[in-house]
Antibody, heavy 117, light 109 residues
Framework: EVQLLESGGDLVQPGGSLRLSCAAS????????MTWFRQAPGKGLEWVST???????YYADSVKGRFTISRDNSKNTVYLQMNSLRAEDTAVYHC???????????WGQGTLVTVSS | QSALTQPASVSGSPGQSITISCTGT?????????VSWYQQHPGKAPKLLIY???NRPSGVSNRFSGSKSGNTASLTISGLQAEDEADYHC?????????FGGGTKLTVL
């Protein structure tokens, strides 16, 4: 059974940092591109960052320079280091796996990040 | 504001069919056959329903179908069932990223 389990969400003050983790199981993690999405309250999904299976990384303009995606294939885990957090970063953060195509095969339930003083 | 435009809500009675539209531009929906749809029940993980405009993953009911015309993609659900009540998200690949609609809440009356 495929599982993606996010953790690390919390309440943090503006300007603070947080690291999210996504532990994967049940599929070939090392050969999958892993992506973080977020969904702000009452809003649609937003692509945040992707870690390709070959190690390349991509970021949305809204988080470039503040967020860093990384992966540990030995632990089947992808991370999102979030620095200089802003109120507009408040959202549920989901990780998702993409095997081959331009779509996302598996998703996690998400972890809530709240940026507020 | 989301890049793709979906109706905020749709509704239908059990057994009926409904269609959810997803309108973008020639830079996303109209430019690629890489539209996907996801179903999300409250508090749950999104689930892939349709990929590459009209393909269903193994295990997804054939009551779900997708299509595209120009810059607008559509998801049709036939034979509505109570368990179809959920949020539906459309997604399109662009040359550099993925964009989504704002999501559509389906209510089964």
């Amino acid at each position: 059974e495929v599982q993606l389990l996010e953790s690390g969400g919390d309440l943090v003050q503006p300007g603070g940092s947080l690291r999210l983790s996504c532990a994967a199981s049940g599929f070939s993690f090392s050969s999958s591109a892993m992506t973080w999405f977020r969904q702000a309250p009452g809003k649609g999904l937003e692509w945040v960052s992707t870690s390709g299976s070959g190690g390349s990384t991509y970021y949305a303009d809204s988080v470039k320079g503040r967020f860093t995606i990384s992966r540990d294939n030995s632990k089947n885990t992808v991370y999102l280091q979030m620095n200089s957090l802003r109120a507009e970063d408040t959202a549920v953060y989901h990780c998702a796996a993409r095997k081959e195509g331009k779509y996302f095969d598996y998703w996690g339930q998400g972890t809530l990040v709240t940026v507020s003083s | 504001q989301s890049a793709l435009t979906q109706p905020a809500s749709v509704s239908g009675s059990p057994g009926q069919s409904i269609t959810i539209s997803c309108t973008g531009t020639s830079s996303d929906v109209g430019g690629y056959n890489y539209v996907s749809w996801y179903q999300q029940h409250p508090g749950k993980a999104p689930k892939l329903l349709i990929y590459d405009v009209s393909n269903r993953p193994s295990g997804v009911s054939n009551r779900f179908s997708g299509s595209k015309s120009g810059n607008t993609a559509s998801l049709t659900i036939s034979g509505l069932q109570a368990e179809d009540e959920a949020d539906y998200h459309c997604c399109s690949y662009t040359s550099t990223s993925w964009v989504f609609g704002g999501g559509t809440k389906l209510t089964v009356l």
